[in-house]
């Protein structure tokens, strides 16, 4: 198991209605490009495993039959419900649950999604098994994963500020026995019984017009920002956020883009 804070609901549910807006911006090129990969037909039923507001539900949605989607955290499938219902969408089904224990029969779904999800799982193995078992024979699973923090002007402008914040948070090293190891990312999916596997690399940038709305972003859609303001306090939490902010004012010429790169694994279930 894993002792990581983003393994549990809470963070999550902390800013679900920030990292709505925000993630749109930063993750929604990782879903159109997944969903690109998937190549689906009008009439697949597909599960979304952690699908967080929606980012790759909504859009899918508009392109498939059906779409099932599944987090732990409920108040991110209340944000995915209310903007399905905003959009018109009736066609998108919500189930609070696990993915590393989804409640769901095999052969079920044409496709499997998680975007940025099951690389947080503390049993990742069980992650890829789960969706390989609810996936129906011929089926395809994209999952997603960020690369090292190293390749991302936007990971390291962030990282920047909070380590402004607090020194002790430094830019987190590559973790090579994770999923920004892409052998590492296709070794697991290949053990879960995944074939054809194939990892590619996907970039993107985002702009912001000034370094407050940047700071408003990373403030109010970091779940690691939700999981320090909780353990600091207010008082604490002001005078870092001050510091955050003004590393952003002093680094970050408004307008420029910042790209962030991730890998996306690709993966079929066999045919009998």
Known sequence: MSGNPLAAAEPWDLVADGYAESALAIMAPFSDRALELADLPADAHIIDV?????????????????????????????????AAREAGLTNIDLQVGDGQQLPFEDDRFDAGFSMFGLMFFPDRIKGFAELFRV???????????WAPVAESPLMRMRFGAMAAGDPNIQEPQPNFLSLENPEVFATEMRGAGFAGVSIQRHTTTVSFPDADRLWEQMSRGSAPMAVLRRSIGEDEWAARSEAMRAYLVENYRPNTPLATTAFLGIGHKPLP
Not at 135 to 145: E, N, Q, R, W, Y
């Open 50 to 82: 952690a699908a967080g507001p929606g980012t790759l539900s909504l859009p899918a949605a508009a392109r498939v039959r059906r779409v099932q989607a599944v987090d732990f955290a409920e108040h991110m499938l209340e944000r995915l419900g209310n």
């Open 135 to 145: 996936l129906k024979p011929g089926g395809i699973a994209v999952v997603s994963s």
